[in-house]
T-cell receptor
């Protein structure tokens, strides 16, 4: 069974640009969550989607947005990029939404560098 | 803030059992304990989770104390590939069951 797939693996952008990251969950998983990981802040929750609806949101500005498609694939968009957005962005999928005891399974992330 | 406390680092000899402790003294009755690990430049890997009973799978065992205030992850026969950062996480009811990640324990397996 294929794991969570994130594309691209690496991305370099400049300040002010926007970026879209993609995540394909494990087959059959309908919940997709996004996290930001930085050396200083560790792993921080961005948002969760289930059945194309955002169910949970972390404390990030509105520049961070996402969506989920009917096949459960998800995209995350960051607009007006700032230097501080440089991070590893991780996607995790699970069978059921947060609030159940289903574990999340992570992809290897997209490493975004802002110049 | 994370609801768990872990030692920042630990060493273990290859072939021995690695016992990683975690304190979660404020855990609520319906909050599960999850363990993940992250090897450098990879995403976190799910290991095991439990509520109050001890759990075992092909990767590890999870021992939760009767009062649920602490737990121990046991890797029975550590190999060099088990070198990673291990995260103990409580899925918090008040934050709508989000996983709140702490700094984890850097486990180094030595030959």
């Amino acid at each position: 069974k294929a794991g969570v797939t994130q594309t691209p693996r690496y991305l370099i952008k400049t300040r002010g640009q926007q970026v879209t990251l993609s995540c394909s969950p494990i087959s059959g998983h309908r919940s997709v969550s996004w996290y930001q990981q930085t050396p200083g802040q560790g792993l921080q929750f961005l948002f969760e989607y289930f059945s194309e609806t955002q169910r949970n949101k972390g404390n990030f500005p509105g520049r961070f947005s996402g969506r989920q498609f009917s096949n459960s694939r998800s995209e995350m968009n960051v607009s007006t990029l700032e230097l501080g957005d440089s991070a590893l962005y991780l996607c995790a999928s699970s069978l059921a939404p947060l609030g159940t005891n289903q574990p999340q399974h992570f992809g290897d992330g997209t490493r975004l560098s802002i110049l | 803030d994370a609801k768990t406390t872990q030692p920042p680092s630990m060493d273990c000899a290859e072939g021995r059992a690695a016992n990683l402790p975690c304190n979660h003294s404020t855990i609520s009755g319906n909050e599960y304990v999850y363990w993940y690990r992250q090897i450098h430049s990879q995403g976190p890997q799910y290991i095991i989770h439990g509520l109050k009973n001890n759990e075992t799978n092909e990767m590890a065992s999870l021992i939760i104390t009767e009062d649920r205030k602490s737990s121990t992850l046991i890797l029975p026969h550590a190999t060099l590939r088990d070198t990673a950062v291990y995260y103990c996480i409580v899925r918090v009811v008040e934050s709508n069951y989000q996983l709140i990640w702490g700094a984890g324990t850097k486990l180094i397996i030595k030959p």
